[in-house]
């Protein structure tokens, strides 16, 4: 099993990586089938199904099934050529691609949100159609958004989720035992093994480059977070609350009265200012999914500008082992809200992060191991029920308790010798029971919990 750092933390835009660049993937993907495809076509159709057609609208689905359909990517997102290209085709109810010309388009009748028929595969499922001249469908394919970003077909889901099929990597854990077991045989760390299998599939360069920018691409985030307010769209009138708090902690440095849990305010700024750029459709990085952006980045910001002896070094360890971890939840378990919950995004992201922190802080494969069980196993059962469908309410102060207990988590690993009661494949198992029991009521539908008892309106 083999889930390269580029995979689990994606440079993409907001709200959701499932809801949002997943859908524009899978357009972009359906391109490149029709491109292959030797049929002509006139015309476009799309159909979400699940927890894509009932959070659609909040998560901004829609728009972006049809900007992917026009050829817009998460990669190289142009919001303000999007607007003009979204206005255009309102206003001509066509798409126009070079390889194609002109084909028929009409948002309100071929955007189909179908609250009826949930496809088999996975809660976020979608269709998408290429008609012919007489408006009848010559090419489909159906894709699931499987969460941070990942995009299946349905022949590739049902072939297998470990298939890989690139070089050999020198490190091939499937779980935290076998992890564990070859850091103990080689006497490596765990950041170590990750970074030999990252330079046999890409090289020591192209790793070096990468994550120097995802860590740029979540620094940058936080400060524009923390420099803007206002109000987030959607509707709900969510005051962005970054700037003040960031504002007034500042504003507090050097006074002799400051209570020591304001450490907890600091860790939560950093988080929120995140998830506000996320809910403002900002550029954000998947760790591991949109919803859950604000965490690491979070984390990781507390050790650099909190931890003494802190150092900018450290930072590809944190983010190798934190993507170690998070492969093998995503691998055993989900990393899904639509899936299995809150507890797959905020709850995947409290492991990774905490055992990032642990791992710069010293820690031992053992400590590492803990300390990412630590956190996961206190987000077990979270549901994930955004208020109208928007990754808002609870999602961005969620993010910031999420890195609370992240640190904690390591910290209480630091504090012990890494043996402890439940290991983290168990753990991670019982995420994976938990979220196929948990009602869908619970699973990002917004039909049930918060989205339901809280005036939205």
């Known amino acids: ?41 006139a015309g476009l159709r799309a159909s979400l199904h699940g927890s894509l057609a009932f959070t659609g609208v909040g998560h901004a689905t829609d728009r972006a099934t049809i900007l992917g359909l026009a050829g817009f990517t998460p990669q190289d997102y142009d919001n303000d050529r999007a607007e003009e290209v979204l206005a255009e085709i309102n206003r001509t109810q066509t798409i126009t691609l070079p390889e194609f ?24 499922g979608m269709m998408l159609m290429a008609t012919d001249g007489q408006g009848d469908v010559s090419l489909r394919e159906t894709y699931y958004s499987i969460g941070g970003g990942f995009v299946m077909t349905e022949a590739e889901l049902a072939a297998g989720k470990d298939t890989d099929e690139g070089a050999p990597i020198p490190f091939p854990f499937k779980s935290a035992t076998e992890m564990l077991q070859m850091a103990t045989e080689s006497g490596k760390s765990i950041a170590q093994m990750k970074r030999a299998n990252e330079e046999a599939r890409g090289g020591a360069a192209q790793l070096r480059d990468g994550t120097k920018r995802l860590w740029q691409v979540m620094n940058d985030c936080i400060n524009r977070g923390l420099e803007t307010d206002g109000i987030l769209p959607g509707g709900l009138n969510v005051k962005r609350r970054a700037k003040a708090i ?45 919803g859950a952006a604000g965490v690491m980045p979070a984390t990781l910001r507390y050790y650099l500008d909190h931890v003494p002896g802190a150092s900018e070094a450290h930072i590809e360890d944190f983010l190798l082992t934190a993507a170690a971890i998070g492969g093998l939840v995503k691998f055993n378990a989900s990393i899904s809200g639509a899936e299995a919950g809150c507890q797959a995004e905020v709850g995947s992201a409290a492991a990774m992060s905490a055992a990032g922190l642990c791992a710069v802080m010293g820690g031992t494969p053992q400590q590492i191991e803990n300390a990412a069980e630590i956190a996961l196993e206190h987000h077990l059962g979270m549901t994930c029920d955004p208020v109208r469908g928007l990754v808002q309410v ?9 890195a609370i207990k992240a640190v904690s988590a390591a910290s209480l690993a630091l504090r012990g010798d890494g043996t402890h009661l439940v290991p983290l494949d168990a753990c991670i198992e019982t995420m994976r029971q938990t979220g196929a029991d948990m009602s869908e009521k619970y699973k990002e539908t917004s039909l049930g919990g918060l989205a339901v008892n809280v005036p939205n309106c």
Request: proline share 6%; charged share 20%.
């Open 1 to 41: 099993m083999f889930l390269s750092v580029f995979d689990m933390f994606k440079v993409g835009i907001g709200p959701s990586s499932s809801h949002t660049m997943g859908p524009m993937v899978a357009a972009a993907r359906f391109l490149d089938l029709m491109r292959a495809s030797p049929f002509k076509f």
């Open 101 to 124: 010309g002109t084909l028929s388009f009409a948002p309100k009748s071929d955007m189909i949100f179908d609250y009826d028929i949930k496809l088999d595969g996975h809660a976020n």
């Open 246 to 290: 960031h504002d007034a902690l500042v504003s507090e440095r050097g006074q002799n009265q400051r209570a020591p849990h304001t450490i907890n305010d600091w860790m939560s700024v950093y988080a929120m200012a995140v998830n506000e750029e996320n809910a403002a459709g900002g550029q954000v990085v998947t760790a591991p999914t949109n």
């Open 394 to 402: 609870p999602c961005i102060e969620r993010n910031g308790l999420g």
